[in-house]
């Protein structure tokens, strides 16, 4: 099969040039380091990291909105990253990205129906009363009334804005749709409705899903493969199969679904570790030579194995370990590890 | 028109209000119409105030309260003609250039600083005499020397707008960049532009009328206050109701402009989203 997405070794390095007093200075911020991976036609992809581990950089980078520093991406097999905004026209519609702020995403002077006028216009219809039995099409497939249309974006709750986000981007069409945090901050009702949702689509319009969330128990439930992100490297790609025999190597990783089971059992403790915190403050920002792995500091298997020095001195490379399972990681678990049973 | 119904409008809106249909209804509403077309009596010059002449009548006689209603027309026109031209040069240019950037951005703004590099308003006074004086030419002059004001407003403001989420979504929609200046930007960027227009009107009124004083401006026969008070000046020392009662005009309603500015932009300070349900409510 041919991958709809293909993103080599993508690199975005924000350059924040400034003064301090006389002098000129430049900041560098590595939010993306060497990011690889696929995704697939009908495929969800969910990439989960933390906050300011560069998901909706990525996001924003395959839906054109930001130019990589170094790598391509292809989409459909055609080279966007070097595409002016008008050379990218044709494909703007096939790719289409649901922010994650609902509010921020519409425009405060716009109500709900200007809002969707606009985005049916832009899909080629231009007929008045087409454009009307659109919108009703569009509300009734995201389950919304139609007298939210009146409304104004300060004026609905959380849930309808992810809806009329989604909407919006419904009525262009769409192939592959880039959703950033769709599920976050929502009400566990709201939100069970809004997964149920989003997959029912996916399922109707034969939709690619690359779904970015800090969620890994929500991405688990959805996802095809999972892409994990720290400090801007995929530090792990895992493919999800059955639940109970899906397995995975990274530390990081372990973290994440450690504490989401942890969290579902009641068993989250507060822990604090003192000589943790030292290392956070020591650890080095990341920088584009850095010649470190990005989660010694934090790496537990590090510290198990004694610091070995090869992870402060030498960068682990993405490795192949299985079908479509990647691991970014000087000691992998050699056992692979079956991810968490919870419910 | 929602929002309008709900507001309390200060006095001087109401002023401004009154003084637009006294400009619109000057031939009617003033007691000698027929001073206003070049009428003499000079039987009757340089009376003080009374009943007949609530502000006294000037050195041809005419009364000078239908003069000042009179004057209020120009003076309007004046306002909103300057401002206007100002602002249909300054704004699409503020957009552009916060909006785009690059070198179209450099060159925009450094003309903008050509402008302002003049002290205020001698530009006024240089281009008026280039041109020939007379009250359109002052019109033209002082918007000319206004606009970059307006452009630098909304410049700044666009610059604040233009990375905001809702923006990029109408790009990935797939709206043009044209289609995303008016439609997206702009209706978020123009507040503090329309705030300043407001002030700006009195401003325009006075430089105007400067400019009529000093000759540049409206010429006789034209009733304008700025003339008004030329025309006064051998006459005020001793006949001060001349130019007391137009420069009052001047005065006040250059006030009603400058508090309505203040109480629009008190209104526009978070509380002009649409559907905002209460006051004070920022966004």
Known sequence: MIPVIEINNISKIFVQKFRDGFKKKIKRHVALRDVNFQVFPGEVVGIVGESGSGKTTLGKIVVHLLAPSTGSVYVKGTEITRLTQRQFRPLRRTIQMVFQNPYASLNPRMNIREHLVEAVRLSGIRDKAAVDRKIHLLLEQVQLSPT????????????????????????????????????????????????????????????????????????????????????GEVVEIIPVGERSTDVYQHPYTEILFQTAQKLQSGQAEVTFDSEMYQRLFTAAIADENEKQCVYYPYCTRYFRAGKPQICQMARPELKQVGPRHFVRCHFPWKEKVKVPDYA | MRILSRLKFPFSVWYLVVLAVIAVLAPWVTPYPQDAQNAMHFEQKLLPPSLAHPFGTDALGRDVFTLVLFGARLSLITAISVVGLALVIGVPLGLIAGFKGGWLESIIMRICDVFLAFPPLLLPIVLTAALGPNLRHAIIAVAVSWFPWYTRILRSRVLQVRHQAFVQAARIAGNTDSQIMVSHILPNSIQPVMVQATLDMGYAILAVAGLSFIGFGAQPPAIEWGLMITQARSTFLDYWWTAFFPGMALFVTVLAFNLTGDWLRNLLDGTAVPGSKQKGLAE
């Not at chain 1, 809004?194 to 688990?220: G, N, P």
């Open chain 1, 148 to 231: 939210i249309l009146r409304q104004y974006p300060n004026q609905i709750s959380g849930g309808e804005g992810r809806r009329i986000g989604l909407a919006r981007v419904l009525a262009l069409n769409p192939e592959i749709i880039v959703l950033d945090e769709p599920v976050a901050s929502l009400d566990l009702s709201i939100k069970g409705e809004l997964i149920a949702l989003l997959l029912k689509l996916q399922e109707k319009r034969q939709l690619t899903y690359l779904w970015i969330s800090h969620d890994i128990q929500v991405i688990h439930r959805v996802a095809d493969v999972i892409v994990v992100m720290f400090s």
